[in-house]
């Protein structure tokens, strides 16, 4: 069995934002050469989330109104500036696991890997990938 880490630095233009991750992280899998094991997505980010879920817009519209009801930007918070930002991301975590099997990630017919800013600003983000398997 082989650890292989790598990292990749993302540019998002604020909140919210859906970055598909999935052909990077497909292509690390390949560089790697691993065909059993697993990958491990995280975004070392107070406010970055990381989903699986179909990339397809009325459904990211969906999230994004979901993540509006239960933390909304003008809500009353005692966190100055981004709160909310902080909150929607306290809902999802900053991290999947994805199997690879005969080389490919596991993911569904409509499964994605995305990363989704959730602060008010551009942002550089960094997003770690942990490949382990033989």
Do not use: C
């Given at each position: 069995?082989?650890?292989?880490?790598?990292?990749?630095?993302?540019?998002?233009?604020?909140?919210?934002?859906?970055?598909?991750?999935?052909?990077?992280?497909?292509?690390?899998?390949?560089?790697?050469?691993?065909?059993?094991?697993?990958?491990?997505?995280?975004?070392?980010?107070?406010?970055?989330?990381?989903?699986?879920?179909?990339?397809?817009?009325?459904?990211?519209?969906d999230i994004e109104a979901l993540l509006?009801?239960?933390?909304?930007?003008k809500g009353h918070y005692i966190h100055?500036?981004?709160?909310?930002?902080?909150?929607?991301?306290?809902l999802m975590p900053p991290d999947k696991?994805?199997?690879?099997?005969?080389?490919?990630?596991?993911?569904?017919?409509?499964?994605?890997?995305?990363?989704?800013?959730?602060?008010?600003?551009?942002?550089?983000?960094?997003?770690?990938?942990?490949?382990?398997?033989?």
């Amino acid at each position: 069995m082989n650890i292989y880490n790598e990292t990749l630095t993302i540019s998002t233009n604020g909140e919210i934002e859906f970055v598909d991750l999935t052909d990077k992280v497909q292509k690390l899998v390949a560089k790697h050469g691993v065909k059993d094991g697993f990958a491990h997505v995280f975004t070392p980010h107070s406010t970055g989330i990381i989903i699986l879920t179909e990339q397809e817009s009325g459904l990211l519209q969906d999230i994004e109104a979901l993540l509006e009801k239960l933390a909304p930007k003008k809500g009353h918070y005692i966190h100055p500036s981004n709160a909310h930002s902080h909150l929607r991301s306290v809902l999802m975590p900053p991290d999947k696991t994805v199997p690879i099997i005969d080389g490919r990630l596991a993911l569904g017919t409509w499964q994605s890997l995305i990363f989704v800013e959730t602060d008010v600003s551009p942002r550089r983000r960094t997003v770690i990938v942990q490949i382990i398997g033989s």
